[in-house]
């Protein structure tokens, strides 16, 4: 049988499958739809390509259509149920693994199962590392941070004082693939250019094959999607690459002991600590190293390109010269280290309000119900096991019910409130202290860009300190302005993901006084 035939029924199995357990498992939660009219019993599927081009706009009608309750959206093989209101996000949130899935909610928008592979995900013993070893050497490893920012900028950038056009997403994440891995990897490989490559390649590569094999039917990704992906690859150049890396420190180890004289405070030695057993292997090591990367590079250079872009729409002296004044201002007076970014609260409010504007995407928080009786939630909507819940982030994030002026961008609105609360602390002693409740770091049911609840963000510590020291390196050091006077290039939208424009520039030169 010709393979085009074969994959045809295949397809169209899938669909006539779908399609029955999509009927079966109808629910009384109202369903938003795009305006057109209806298609028959097909009407869910041409609703979920619709989705893929228009999820925004109809996030934002159930949104306003259920403000406080949940709806759902048809999505290619299943409905995903949306939650908005505090109270629901909040409760969302707080539900055990065991009874909402997060990491099951993480494989259907990845597919990290097949680009990534199911030992990582299946045994995420590396994400401690990252929550707890990570977020607690980020004082001592500044230092290093810091040089590889002034390294990376210097020699990807580079400093003139003539403006120059500049591609911003790809030489972010240039940049940050080199500051990461300073702390992963250490030197001399943080600066190799074909391991930089390779991690960047990866991570573009994950988020591209991840939504091609999305489409597919779920039976069919594990046999058509490994023939989507470049994992292997990736893996193959990394083993070559940081393998004998990771050997040698093993053997170091078992030579020397667990506390060596001379042992790198890297990645690396924090995964090796509580890497035991079957765990312990160099390929094991290298994988979960190489999902590490994609992880910050993917979130820290989305996050940090949007906040280029929004920052060059504006004269420089409505954010980017009195960022520049605080930054000189805390330097001079404490240096550069990680404390002291805690004292730059212009550079944390933009960022904080970039995220808020420009996030992730309309959803966020996926889960996938796993309790085998499913989950009724506090206003009663019962969600069955096998089902996909989220909540509608973006349109909190721009809601005047929680923001002032919400749909207007106002980079230095949290440092206002920051030094609001504390004046009002002040005034007021017995008043309940949360000062530090609009830091960058802080979740939020009204901000989610890092999620909130048991399964918020476990790097958002390493890259909120990596961000606000890329910033402030930015501003002190460089002067920016847009390719067209105060145009921000376009978002690129696909479905629930929202990406800053991937060929987008901006000008910059060396700072001009």
């Not at 060596?260 to 094991?284: Q, Y």
């Not at 994030?397 to 961008?409: L, S, T």
Request: overall charge neutral; glycine content about 6%; aromatic content about 8%.
């Amino acid at each position: 049988m010709d393979d085009r035939i074969l994959l045809f029924l295949l397809l169209l199995t899938g669909l006539l499958v779908a399609l029955a357990k999509r009927s079966r498992k109808a629910s009384r939660v109202p369903i938003v739809r795009p305006p057109t009219p209806s298609f028959g019993p097909l009407t869910s599927y041409r609703d979920a390509l619709s989705f893929i081009e228009h999820a925004p706009a109809m996030i934002n009608r159930g949104y306003e259509l259920h403000p406080n309750a949940v709806f759902r959206v048809a999505r290619m093989w299943y409905w995903e149920y949306v939650a908005c209101g505090t109270r629901l996000v909040k409760e969302i949130g707080g539900l055990p693994e065991n009874v909402v899935s997060f990491t099951e909610g993480v494989e259907e928008i990845v597919q990290s199962r097949i680009t990534m592979g199911h030992e990582v995900i299946d045994n995420p013993y590396h994400l401690a590392v990252v929550r707890t070893t990570l977020t607690r050497n980020l004082h001592a490893r500044f230092p290093d941070v810091r040089d590889e920012i002034v390294c990376g900028f210097d020699e990807i950038v580079g400093l003139r004082t003539e403006w120059k056009s500049v591609y911003v997403l790809p030489t972010i994440m240039d940049i940050v693939a080199r500051v990461s891995n300073r702390l992963f990897v250490g030197l001399p490989l943080c600066r190799n250019k074909a391991y930089l490559d390779n991690n960047v390649q990866y991570t573009i590569d994950v988020m591209a094959s991840s939504k091609n094999i999305g489409l597919l039917p779920p039976f069919l990704r594990p046999m058509l999607g490994p023939l989507i992906t470049k994992r292997n690859k990736s893996f193959d150049t990394a083993m070559r690459l940081l393998g004998p890396v990771v050997a040698e420190r093993m053997r170091q180890e078992d030579e020397y002991g667990p506390d060596w004289s001379g042992k790198p405070n890297d990645l690396i030695s924090w995964i090796l600590e509580i890497a035991h057993g079957d765990n312990r292997t160099v390929e094991g090591i290298v994988m979960r190293i190489l999902a590490v990367n994609m992880a910050a590079i993917h979130t820290t250079s989305m996050a940090f390109t949007h906040m280029l872009y929004s920052l060059a729409s504006f004269e420089p002296a409505k954010y980017l010269l009195p960022m520049r004044a605080e930054v000189e201002a805390v330097i001079a007076d404490e240096g550069w280290s990680k404390a002291a970014l805690g004292n730059m609260h212009l550079i944390d409010s933009f960022l904080r309000e970039s995220q808020r504007m420009h996030g992730n995407g309309p959803v966020g928080m996926t889960r996938r119900v796993v309790a085998r009786d499913g989950v009724t939630l506090s206003d009663g909507t019962y969600l069955p096991h096998g089902a996909f819940i989220c909540v509608a982030a973006m349109p909190a994030h721009v809601d005047d019910a929680n923001y002032e002026n919400a749909k207007e961008f106002d980079g230095f609105r949290f440092a206002r409130e920051r030094d609001a609360q504390i004046a009002k602390e002040e005034a007021e002693p017995s008043v309940e202290k949360h000062a530090l409740g609009r830091q960058m770091i802080t979740t939020a049911p009204d901000h989610l860009p890092f999620g909130t609840g048991k399964h918020a963000c476990p790097g958002r510590f390493f890259a909120a300190t990596e961000l606000k020291a890329m910033l402030a390196h930015l501003v002190l050091n460089y002067d920016v302005k847009a390719v067209v006077d105060g145009v921000r290039p376009p978002d690129e939208v696909y479905g629930i993901r929202i990406n800053p424009n991937t060929r987008g520039q901006v000008l910059l030169r060396k700072r001009v006084e």
